[in-house]
């Protein structure tokens, strides 16, 4: 299996001359054939993939789910990244639009509000064929390209684990107790919030953290919003990986046995260490890759897709995402 990385950019001072954007390619399952949703917008009166402008404060992965549902009324989350595309507006300026795969489930649809609107006069499923024959824009067709490429692998249902480093604590050199109890800065409390609608997006049903302090504060503002348990170990602290005593293993064997969304968050010097768990249990081969998606600053977090029916299979993809704040 290949794996496919990508690093989802937030608003740094290099990237903002361009405009950015996310959606993505929704797709079902109808009597056995593959479906994907095409929007034919009212005001510009073409065929297109469901997508949209980043709004302040968001993250790209936000933006996407948003974006769906504002669309088509249907709630999805994201499976594998499938591509950027970039073209020049009339404004000179450069648009870049971040897709996701996004599987739309019978009871998302069911529960769709969609009625023709100023902005879309319409929604259809059709067959990739049709889709082709239909979009109104090249850069969309390239997008379909990458996602029949998932097709083709086999990897159109996935599941995410996701590695989350804890959000800003306050320094050693300004806590007199235990490390384990140092709590986060004002703005790591404001980076908790901040990830919670991103984490969101991934469809995270399963919260794993440290028993750090710093981490459970971390994970709270999710764990609030999804009215979820947070499970918290000292099998991926810091303090047990410090001392030899850490389980990783056991903990990631789990969570890809489960074939559910979970975000795991712990410390730096774990992360590594909690990468090459998932390639291993995953059967994926060693590389560079899993440093780069390791070496995260303070509440970001990797993405790393998996297959869901059949996780051993390898890594599909791994997407990094680095907070505003």
């Given at each position: 299996?290949?794996?496919?990385?990508?690093?989802?950019?937030?608003?740094?001072?290099?990237?903002?001359?361009?405009?950015?954007?996310?959606?993505?390619?929704?797709?079902?399952?109808?009597?056995?054939?593959?479906?994907?949703?095409?929007?034919?917008?009212?005001?510009?009166?073409?065929?297109?993939?469901?997508?949209?402008?980043?709004?302040?404060?968001?993250?790209?992965?936000?933006?996407?789910?948003?974006?769906?549902?504002?669309?088509?009324?249907?709630?999805?989350?994201?499976?594998?990244?499938?591509?950027?595309?970039?073209?020049?507006?009339?404004?000179?300026?450069?648009?870049?639009?971040?897709?996701?795969?996004?599987?739309?489930?019978?009871?998302?649809?069911?529960?769709?509000?969609?009625?023709?609107?100023?902005?879309?006069?319409?929604?259809?499923?059709?067959?990739?064929?049709?889709?082709?024959?239909?979009?109104?824009?090249?850069?969309?067709?390239?997008?379909?390209?990458?996602?029949?490429?998932?097709?083709?692998?086999?990897?159109?249902?996935?599941?995410?684990?996701?590695?989350?480093?804890?959000?800003?604590?306050?320094?050693?050199?300004?806590?007199?107790?235990?490390?384990?109890?140092?709590?986060?800065?004002?703005?790591?409390?404001?980076?908790?919030?901040?990830?919670?609608?991103?984490?969101?997006?991934?469809?995270?049903r399963k919260i794993v953290t440290s028993d750090a302090v710093r981490c459970v504060q971390t994970v709270e503002p999710l764990a609030r919003a999804l009215d979820r348990r947070v499970v918290q170990t000292?099998?991926?602290?810091?303090?047990?990986?410090?001392?030899?005593?850490?389980?990783?293993?056991?903990?990631?064997?789990?969570?890809?046995?489960?074939?559910?969304p979970a975000v795991l968050c712990s410390h730096g010097p774990v992360l590594p260490g909690l990468l090459s768990e998932i390639a291993l249990?995953?059967?994926?081969?060693?590389?560079?890759?899993?440093?780069?998606?390791?070496?995260?600053?303070?509440?970001?977090?990797?993405?790393?897709?998996?297959?869901?029916?059949?996780?051993?299979?390898?890594?599909?993809?791994?997407?990094?995402?680095?907070?505003?704040?």
């Amino acid at each position: 299996m290949i794996v496919r990385e990508a690093q989802i950019p937030a608003g740094s001072k290099s990237v903002e001359k361009a405009v950015y954007a996310a959606g993505a390619v929704v797709w079902r399952i109808i009597d056995g054939k593959l479906r994907i949703l095409l929007i034919h917008r009212t005001k510009y009166r073409d065929i297109t993939l469901p997508k949209g402008k980043v709004d302040p404060g968001e993250m790209l992965a936000e933006t996407a789910v948003r974006e769906v549902h504002e669309e088509t009324g249907i709630r999805v989350s994201l499976g594998v990244p499938i591509g950027v595309s970039r073209y020049h507006l009339a404004s000179k300026k450069q648009k870049v639009v971040h897709y996701w795969a996004a599987q739309a489930t019978e009871s998302a649809i069911r529960a769709s509000t969609f009625v023709p609107n100023r902005e879309i006069a319409a929604i259809e499923w059709v067959s990739l064929k049709k889709a082709r024959a239909r979009l109104s824009y090249p850069v969309d067709l390239e997008i379909l390209d990458f996602f029949e490429h998932l097709v083709d692998d086999g990897v159109l249902h996935t599941f995410p684990l996701i590695a989350l480093r804890h959000a800003k604590a306050l320094p050693r050199s300004e806590w007199d107790g235990a490390d384990a109890a140092r709590p986060l800065t004002e703005r790591g409390r404001r980076q908790a919030k901040s990830i919670t609608g991103p984490l969101r997006a991934f469809g995270v049903r399963k919260i794993v953290t440290s028993d750090a302090v710093r981490c459970v504060q971390t994970v709270e503002p999710l764990a609030r919003a999804l009215d979820r348990r947070v499970v918290q170990t000292e099998q991926i602290g810091q303090d047990a990986w410090e001392d030899g005593t850490a389980d990783l293993r056991s903990i990631v064997g789990k969570r890809v046995r489960s074939g559910k969304p979970a975000v795991l968050c712990s410390h730096g010097p774990v992360l590594p260490g909690l990468l090459s768990e998932i390639a291993l249990a995953t059967g994926t081969m060693h590389g560079s890759y899993l440093g780069s998606a390791s070496a995260l600053e303070p509440a970001a977090f990797s993405v790393v897709h998996l297959s869901a029916t059949n996780p051993g299979s390898g890594i599909i993809s791994i997407e990094t995402h680095i907070p505003k704040l």
